[in-house]
């Protein structure tokens, strides 16, 4: 895709000036965030717009938190938590200990998620389970850490968690303030950490590996150097949950047994090079 040199401007200087890396996304997807926060600003060209950049540090971390967009739910496809549930309780039999990395996990109803069914299945031992739970996003982090939800117009947060029979073991829901807060002993499974899928540092030791709708953003260069990275972050055998608009990259298919392709839940290969199954590198 040609890319309009005002607009190429504009995102290097955010790569250069706000290490975002704008380069590893998909160029449609950086000019719609971009446009949107121009529309807010009322800029009329991306020239006026970096000006403003320039001008004021405040739009700057108003677009890097534009840029890494973190729309998420509670039990997001609930079809495909089905199907969760089914990977943990089996992971439950055979397994004394159950490391889960919830990747780009937004602001933390995607790990919240994993633990509640955890607790609510009587076929998953949830003392078993660690959930490491990471972000690019420090503000989508610190909402994560603080474990409270407030519902909007457009949100019904009731109707996710709607999921179990019955949420309130594990939320307390205030009608008032129109909050719902998740109880510590759901959040005790949980460790949350800054982390760059693109740039950051190798994980290994995940017997289920979560990372959905992060692909829709991404170049696909680097789509396919994630999907690598996130292979070998997995036991052998290992589960890994991609978003169910997403796929695998051609390339990679061979790494990758489809334990079910509608759901995009798929198994790392027993003999795939470089495997570490000693323990997770997380706490
Ligand atoms: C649409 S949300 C998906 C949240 C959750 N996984 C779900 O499906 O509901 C995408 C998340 O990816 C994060 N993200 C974007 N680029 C990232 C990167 N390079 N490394 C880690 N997370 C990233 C964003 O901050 C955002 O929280």
């Given at each position: 895709m040609s890319i309009d040199p005002a607009l190429a401007a504009l995102l290097e200087y955010v790569e250069a000036e706000l290490g975002f890396v704008t380069s590893h996304y998909n160029t449609s997807y950086l000019d719609r965030r971009v446009s949107s926060r121009m529309r807010r600003t009322g800029c009329d060209t991306y020239e006026e717009y970096l000006e403003l950049l320039q001008a004021d540090p405040e739009e700057g971390t108003a677009l890097l938190e534009s840029l890494s967009i973190n729309v998420t739910g509670f039990f997001r496809n609930p079809d495909v938590w089905a199907g969760?549930?089914?990977v943990l309780a089996t992971l439950s039999e055979t397994n004394e200990t159950?490391?889960?990395?919830?990747?780009?996990?937004?602001?933390?109803?995607?790990?919240?998620?994993?633990?509640?069914?955890?607790?609510?299945?009587?076929?998953?031992?949830?003392?078993?389970?660690?959930?490491?739970?990471?972000?690019?996003?420090?503000?989508?982090?610190e909402t994560a850490r603080e474990r409270t939800y407030t519902e909007s117009r457009t949100v019904d947060l009731g109707d996710q968690l709607d999921f179990l029979e019955s949420y309130e073991e594990y939320v307390d829901h205030d009608p008032e303030t129109r909050t719902y807060?998740?109880?510590?002993?759901v959040a005790n499974l949980v460790t949350f950490e800054r982390h760059d899928l693109i740039s950051g540092e190798l994980k290994s030791g995940f017997d289920l590996v979560i990372c959905?709708?992060?692909?829709?953003?991404?170049?696909?260069?680097?789509?396919?150097?994630i999907l690598e990275t996130l292979g070998r972050s997995l036991r052998p055998n290992g589960y890994l949950v991609i978003g169910k608009a997403e796929t695998i990259p051609p390339k990679l298919k061979s790494a990758f047994e489809v334990e079910d392709g509608r759901l995009r839940i798929y198994r790392r290969g027993a003999d795939s090079g470089n495997q570490e199954v000693e323990s997770p590198s997380h706490k």
């Amino acid at each position: 895709m040609s890319i309009d040199p005002a607009l190429a401007a504009l995102l290097e200087y955010v790569e250069a000036e706000l290490g975002f890396v704008t380069s590893h996304y998909n160029t449609s997807y950086l000019d719609r965030r971009v446009s949107s926060r121009m529309r807010r600003t009322g800029c009329d060209t991306y020239e006026e717009y970096l000006e403003l950049l320039q001008a004021d540090p405040e739009e700057g971390t108003a677009l890097l938190e534009s840029l890494s967009i973190n729309v998420t739910g509670f039990f997001r496809n609930p079809d495909v938590w089905a199907g969760i549930r089914d990977v943990l309780a089996t992971l439950s039999e055979t397994n004394e200990t159950i490391h889960v990395w919830s990747a780009a996990c937004a602001d933390g109803r995607e790990p919240y998620s994993l633990s509640m069914l955890a607790h609510d299945d009587d076929a998953i031992d949830e003392s078993a389970i660690h959930i490491l739970a990471t972000d690019i996003s420090e503000p989508a982090l610190e909402t994560a850490r603080e474990r409270t939800y407030t519902e909007s117009r457009t949100v019904d947060l009731g109707d996710q968690l709607d999921f179990l029979e019955s949420y309130e073991e594990y939320v307390d829901h205030d009608p008032e303030t129109r909050t719902y807060r998740v109880a510590r002993s759901v959040a005790n499974l949980v460790t949350f950490e800054r982390h760059d899928l693109i740039s950051g540092e190798l994980k290994s030791g995940f017997d289920l590996v979560i990372c959905r709708n992060l692909f829709i953003y991404i170049d696909n260069e680097y789509k396919q150097s994630i999907l690598e990275t996130l292979g070998r972050s997995l036991r052998p055998n290992g589960y890994l949950v991609i978003g169910k608009a997403e796929t695998i990259p051609p390339k990679l298919k061979s790494a990758f047994e489809v334990e079910d392709g509608r759901l995009r839940i798929y198994r790392r290969g027993a003999d795939s090079g470089n495997q570490e199954v000693e323990s997770p590198s997380h706490k």
